[in-house]
């Protein structure tokens, strides 16, 4: 499996930014340079409790801190991604991650596949269950039960892009020989990109749904150890673990000089890959402008698929 190189997308700012070009440059720079994905982030709306960000025990972070305030500018990541769609033809649409339980499950997926179709099958759904109990609370759910509503809306998805007609029955929702049509052009459906820590809601998820790991919290600094359980438990489901992606990073920080140190942060790429990481988001500094944000990204790119054996 050849590694991949993502980059995010900054679909939010603290205040109004007057413009989004910017953002958009970057997505086309992407394209022109080789990389393979670009993401986006998802928050619908905010509570003042933001420290929960930070709370890993209701699905934040360890240490971590919200990048904006309650007010904060945020774009709904389909919409961003269907226009970054149409300007581009290569790079792969991700959502890094995208609280799919907010959205009623079969507009959902009638969206995804519209995207993917109009896209030529560029899409990747990342999906999670998010930190913040106000947004499960807005939109009418239960914040305690999400686990479960996010493997429900899952479950729609994958039958309806996957049966036509399709039926569903659950303690949440029920039809029966529902046409929800086009389907999308990959084989299967969308990949699923599940995130979160390794424990066994997430375990689960990952058997019945995952083509992709994303990891979050503590994992993020080692998914090696989660990797062999996640092999362990889709064996025990009947899956193999052929053409299962996972993510790692990539950051690459400026030296005393100015210049991107590449060679530091591409010397852990190697035993990364060997131990089983197969994509890699990026971080950089990267300067204003296409061309010269194309031209910054084309050399990272050249040379993390030299380090990557690719």
């Given at each position: 499996?050849?590694?991949?190189?993502?980059?995010?997308?900054?679909?939010?700012?603290?205040?109004?930014?007057?413009?989004?070009?910017?953002?958009?440059?970057?997505a086309?720079?992407?394209?022109?340079?080789?990389?393979?994905?670009?993401?986006?982030?998802?928050?619908?709306?905010?509570g003042?409790?933001?420290?929960?960000?930070?709370?890993?025990?209701?699905?934040?972070?360890?240490?971590?801190?919200?990048?904006?305030?309650?007010?904060?500018?945020w774009?709904e990541?389909?919409?961003?991604?269907s226009?970054?769609?149409?300007?581009?033809?290569?790079?792969?649409?991700?959502?890094?991650?995208?609280?799919?339980?907010?959205?009623?499950?079969?507009?959902l997926?009638?969206?995804?596949?519209?995207?993917?179709?109009?896209?030529?099958?560029?899409?990747?759904?990342?999906?999670?269950?998010?930190?913040?109990?106000?947004?499960?609370?807005?939109?009418?759910?239960?914040?305690?039960g999400?686990?479960?509503?996010?493997?429900?809306?899952?479950?729609?998805?994958?039958?309806?892009?996957?049966?036509?007609?399709?039926?569903?029955?659950?303690e949440?929702?029920?039809?029966?020989?529902?046409?929800?049509?086009p389907?999308?052009?990959?084989?299967?459906?969308?990949?699923?990109?599940?995130s979160?820590?390794?424990?066994?809601?997430?375990?689960?998820?990952?058997?019945?749904?995952?083509?992709a790991w994303?990891p979050?919290?503590?994992?993020?600094?080692?998914?090696?150890?989660?990797?062999?359980?996640?092999?362990?438990?889709?064996?025990?489901?009947?899956?193999?673990m052929?053409?299962?992606?996972?993510?790692?990073?990539l950051?690459?920080?400026a030296?005393?000089?100015?210049?991107?140190d590449?060679?530091?942060?591409?010397?852990?790429?190697?035993?990364?890959v060997?131990?089983?990481?197969?994509?890699?988001?990026?971080?950089?500094?990267?300067?204003?402008?296409?061309?010269?944000?194309?031209?910054?990204?084309?050399?990272?790119?050249?040379?993390?698929?030299?380090?990557?054996?690719?």
């Amino acid at each position: 499996m050849t590694p991949a190189l993502s980059l995010h997308l900054v679909n939010f700012a603290v205040k109004d930014p007057g413009s989004w070009q910017p953002m958009f440059d970057k997505a086309l720079a992407a394209e022109r340079a080789g990389i393979d994905r670009v993401t986006v982030s998802d928050h619908v709306v905010f509570g003042e409790n933001l420290e929960a960000y930070g709370n890993p025990e209701t699905g934040g972070m360890r240490g971590s801190k919200q990048p904006t305030g309650p007010d904060g500018q945020w774009l709904e990541p389909m919409t961003v991604l269907s226009v970054v769609a149409g300007m581009t033809k290569r790079v792969r649409l991700g959502t890094g991650v995208l609280q799919a339980a907010l959205r009623r499950p079969i507009v959902l997926a009638k969206t995804c596949a519209t995207l993917d179709v109009l896209s030529g099958g560029r899409l990747d759904l990342g999906i999670g269950v998010g930190w913040q109990r106000e947004e499960y609370e807005a939109a009418g759910l239960s914040f305690d039960g999400r686990g479960p509503l996010l493997d429900d809306c899952l479950d729609v998805l994958q039958n309806a892009w996957r049966n036509v007609p399709s039926d569903h029955d659950s303690e949440f929702l029920k039809f029966n020989r529902i046409y929800c049509v086009p389907q999308p052009v990959q084989p299967g459906g969308v990949p699923i990109w599940v995130s979160g820590t390794i424990n066994p809601r997430t375990l689960r998820r990952l058997a019945r749904f995952g083509s992709a790991w994303i990891p979050w919290g503590d994992d993020i600094r080692d998914p090696a150890p989660g990797l062999a359980r996640i092999a362990e438990v889709m064996a025990e489901h009947g899956r193999d673990m052929d053409g299962f992606r996972t993510q790692g990073n990539l950051m690459v920080r400026a030296g005393d000089d100015g210049k991107l140190d590449l060679a530091k942060a591409l010397e852990p790429v190697a035993a990364q890959v060997e131990a089983g990481i197969t994509d890699f988001a990026l971080t950089a500094p990267l300067p204003a402008g296409q061309d010269a944000a194309a031209e910054v990204l084309a050399g990272i790119v050249d040379a993390f698929h030299k380090a990557a054996g690719a």
